[in-house]
């Protein structure tokens, strides 16, 4: 069944009517609409799993059908709460749909994508396991550490581990053959 109908929306985002939400139906400004909430999935297009081109037709439109629809693309529940991160607004005149989550634990536990990872990772308990089989899509690449000066060291291009240690390891062989 569908899920419980929110009578109000308590947010500080804005309110939208269709004729401006038509507007914006192109791969650069793409807003889309469901369950009475309104995207900007612009930054997500390109990373949409089934490419861009699947979604570009509904634009500016309400997805709704089509995001639920089994025969044509069943979504799973990370595919909604990664939905949830686009959000801008709200549809003028429409009743907000909660979605009920297959699994509830996991969009309870208390992630901050804006802060470093590193330290959360530790309050997450039991759902652990859940949250790192869970794929993540993030505008930007999450933070590990707080400190900028750590934090360059986690992100290492591929060709700078062999740079340092192929080298390295040389050295050690040929030390090693000249006590034989």
Do not use: C
Request: net charge negative; no cysteine; hydrophobic share 35%.
């Amino acid at each position: 069944g569908m899920p419980p109908l929110e009578k109000e929306h308590s947010s500080e985002l804005p309110v939208y009517n269709w004729e401006e939400i038509k507007k914006h139906d192109q791969e650069k400004d793409a807003w889309v609409v469901k369950d009475g909430k309104v995207y900007d999935v612009s930054k997500f297009l390109q990373e949409h799993p089934g490419g861009s081109s699947i979604v570009v037709p509904h634009l500016g439109q309400d997805i709704a059908q089509v995001f639920e629809d089994e025969d044509y693309h069943e979504h799973s529940d990370v595919a909604h709460s990664m939905l949830e991160r686009y959000q801008i607004g709200y549809l003028e005149g429409a009743q907000v749909r909660t979605r009920s989550s297959k699994n509830k634990e996991l969009s309870s536990v208390d992630f901050d994508w804006t802060r470093p990872i590193i330290f959360q990772i530790g309050k997450l308990g039991n759902n652990y396991n859940e949250f790192i089989h869970t794929p993540q899509v993030l505008d930007e690449p999450a933070r590990f550490f707080e400190s900028d000066f750590f934090e360059f060291f986690s992100r290492t291009s591929w060709w700078a581990v062999p740079t340092v240690w192929v080298p390295v390891v040389i050295g050690v062989l040929a030390y090693t053959a000249t006590l034989n």
